[in-house]
C-alpha cells in the first residue's frame, strides 16, 4: 500500500508518497488541500492508498530537508526515490536535472545535449515530474532563459524557486553527466529578466 504523509514545514504544506521505502511522488503547497490533491489526483483509481497528516517522527529529517530545498539550501539528506520503474531516458534525464546545483539553472536544449534526444523530450520528461525540489526540474529554462513551464504549482512558483536559490555566482559551469557535459548557469541570469 502506497502512504502518503503531509505536514507543515513553516508555513510550507509537502505530501510525499512512499512504496516500499522510496520516495514517489512530491507536491507542495502553502495550502495542505493543494498538496494533498495533487498527490491524490496523480494516483489512478484501482491504487490503493492511505494519508496520514501526523508523520511519523522518523520523517522529520525528510521534512526538514524538503524545506531546506524550497528555500533555496543543499540539505545533508539522501533521498531514497523510487525511479528505476521509469524509462532509461526518463532516468537519464532526471539524472542530468538532479545534477544542477543549487545556484545554477540549465535549459531544456543543454540537457538533451548532454544526455541525447531534443528540448522537447526533455521538457516532456520535466513535466511529468512527479519529484519536484529534490529533482529540481524548476532549475531548467528556455534556451533564451525564459522561465518555460512548471506543473507543480505554475511560473509564479518557479520563479520564486529561483529567486531563492540566488547566490551571487557569475560564472558558467560545465558538469561531466554520463557521456556529455551538461553547461550550468547562474540563476541570476534567469531571475534578473523578471525583477
Known sequence: MIKVYVKNVEGVWFAVAFEDGEIIKLAFSSDQKIATDTI????????????????????????????ELYDGKTPEYSFILADTNLPVYSQKVLRAVSAIPIGYVTSYGAVAKAVGGGARAVGNVMASNMLPLI?????????????????????????????????????????????GVLKVFPTETVVKKYC
Not at 491524490?40 to 524545506?67: C, G, I, Y
Not at 513551464?149 to 558538469?175: P, S
Open 40 to 67: 491524490r489526483d496523480s494516483f489512478a483509481e484501482k491504487e490503493s492508498f492511505e494519508v496520514f497528516t501526523q508523520p511519523l517522527q522518523q520523517f522529520s529529517a525528510l521534512f526538514a530537508a524538503l524545506k
Open 135 to 179: 529533482v529540481p526540474c524548476h532549475r531548467v529554462v528556455k534556451s533564451d532563459f525564459g522561465l518555460g513551464g512548471y506543473g507543480a504549482g505554475g511560473l509564479g512558483v518557479k520563479l520564486e524557486l529561483l529567486k531563492r536559490e540566488q547566490h551571487g555566482y557569475n560564472e558558467l559551469k560545465e558538469i561531466n553527466i554520463d557521456k
